[in-house]
């Protein structure tokens, strides 16, 4: 229990520097705070599962810096590119697309998105992480369990919540369906934009939402 609770504080911290970093870029971008991410709470946790994959996958005591970076951005590339495609899958829209990039990949992935991820995986996995570790240890068993089990909870909650409005979103593009995707695009839109704050965050965290285009069976 007690290595589960400091891998899963490390876990949400990650998630939750991925989620400042994500915050960061579009307030230099947009000039404005963004809520970025498919949660409501302040968590990417596509950078957290990126990172722990790193630490599991390389292991510890790696010398070779070039290796941690390469394989950082081959790890991070692929859960990123799964990820866009699960969830397209799954909700039948596209959350980003780097489709006007140079060097991407169906738009899911691009070289200008893979070098950060190697730069930032290297970082964390020689600098960062060894200080967090410190830290967490730093924090007495029984309480690090108590914080990362109460954690856990508003996580999974805010988990089944996020599902549930975009089950809803889904619901709606089935409904408006129409033979231009750009037409069902612009009826979601105004659907999100006159419903609560959490369907109109779906829309500001991804401005590159699009629908897939749908076919009658």
């Not at 006007?100 to 190697?118: D, S």
């Not at 809803?168 to 009826?187: A, G, L, P, R």
Request: glycine share 6%; aromatic share 16%; hydrophobic share 45%.
């Amino acid at each position: 229990m007690e290595q589960f609770a400091t891998y899963f504080l490390l876990f949400i911290g990650y998630s939750f520097l991925g989620w400042l970093l994500e915050v960061t870029c579009k307030l230099i971008q947009y000039k404005r705070f963004i809520n970025r991410g498919f949660l409501i709470g302040p968590v990417c946790p596509i950078y957290g599962y990126g990172v722990m994959g790193i630490l599991f996958l390389i292991g510890e005591g790696a010398t070779d810096v070039l290796g941690v970076f390469l394989k950082s951005i081959l790890i991070c590339s692929i859960l990123e590119y799964f990820t866009s495609y699960f969830m397209e899958k799954l909700f039948k829209a596209r959350w980003w697309d780097y489709s006007q990039k140079k060097f991407n990949i169906n738009g899911r992935i691009c070289l200008e998105t893979m070098l950060p991820f190697g730069i930032l995986g290297t970082f964390i996995y020689y600098i960062l992480n060894p200080l967090l570790i410190k830290l967490i240890v730093l924090i007495p068993t029984t309480i690090r369990i108590v914080i990362a089990i109460i954690i856990l909870v508003i996580y999974i909650t805010d988990t089944v919540v996020s599902f549930n409005v975009m089950n809803k979103i889904k619901n709606q593009i089935k409904k408006q369906y129409k033979d231009s995707t750009e037409i069902i695009h612009k009826q979601i839109t105004h659907w999100l934009e006159k419903n609560t704050f959490l369907f109109r965050h779906i829309k500001e965290a991804y401005p590159k939402f699009r629908i897939i285009h749908l076919r009658k069976k």
